[in-house]
């Protein structure tokens, strides 16, 4: 998203806080009367064109919306290296200081992978105090699924993608294990682009039909998959008593 047209900023913004507390009401974390006040507050506040215009224009800044922590637009990336707008504030605060939590996180290891999503998920988990730990490069390797079993285990939570992943069974062995280990996890489902006409990207496979019971997040783009993992974290975290 540009910042040519000066509307742009101030209907990103107001979509972007509209998205978050429409997942608020159905996560049951806001009343009907709370999510309405709160869409009327946005619709009534005479500075969002110009706080949001400022937010696009001094990024990474942070900025203040009354009612709300500093916000500060950054910018994630897409599998193919492009950026998207994001905006960040809006996460509840974590676990304190001696409840630091680690997330193991699998996914197949290509460098655009690796270089996007977890750029992507440093931003999303740490204001909630959660530290990543990768898993290893190559399952084939010596010691590396010793390590992965030890990684998963030693874990409080899990988070899988399983983007190129077809006939590369790496994550959905991890998903086994932390299954077997009984680790709150985030399964994350490449379902393809949903634009007529862009081709999905190649070798990724589906979620097996046995998996299928365990959380899953169906993503068409990073920036889809964020914007669910940044809205529904705060439940997913309060569901298994780490918040």
């Not at 990024?59 to 500060?72: A, T, W």
């Not at 490449?190 to 019971?213: C, F």
């Amino acid at each position: 998203m540009g910042v040519g047209d000066s509307s742009e900023p101030v209907v990103f913004v107001r979509e972007f806080l509209t998205s978050f507390f429409e997942s608020q009401l159905v996560n049951g974390r806001l009343s009907t009367d709370e999510y309405h006040d709160k869409l009327a507050s946005i619709r009534k506040n005479p500075s969002l064109a110009a706080l949001s215009q400022s937010l696009f224009e001094n990024s990474p800044d942070p900025i203040v919306l009354e009612g709300y922590k500093p916000l500060r637009l950054i910018y994630l990336r897409e599998h193919n290296g492009d950026e998207f707008p994001f905006l960040q504030g809006l996460a509840s605060g974590g676990p304190s200081a001696r409840e630091k939590l680690t997330c193991f996180v699998g996914h197949r290891f290509l460098k655009n992978i690796e270089k996007s999503l977890r750029f992507n998920l440093v931003h999303l988990f740490e204001p909630y105090g959660i530290t990543l730990r990768w898993s290893g490069y190559d399952l084939g390797a010596k010691g590396i699924f010793d390590d992965i079993i030890s990684g998963i285990r030693n874990a409080d939570l899990c988070f899988f993608d399983n983007l190129g992943t077809l006939n590369r069974p790496n994550v959905y062995i991890e998903i086994g294990i932390a299954h077997v280990l009984a680790k709150p996890m985030l399964v994350s489902e490449y379902l393809g682009p949903g634009s007529k006409g862009r081709k999905k990207i190649a070798d990724t496979g589906s979620v097996p039909s046995d998996l299928q019971g365990l959380l899953r997040i169906q993503y068409r783009s990073y920036e889809d998959l964020c914007k669910q993992l940044y809205f529904g974290l705060p439940v997913f975290l309060e569901r298994h008593g780490f918040l």
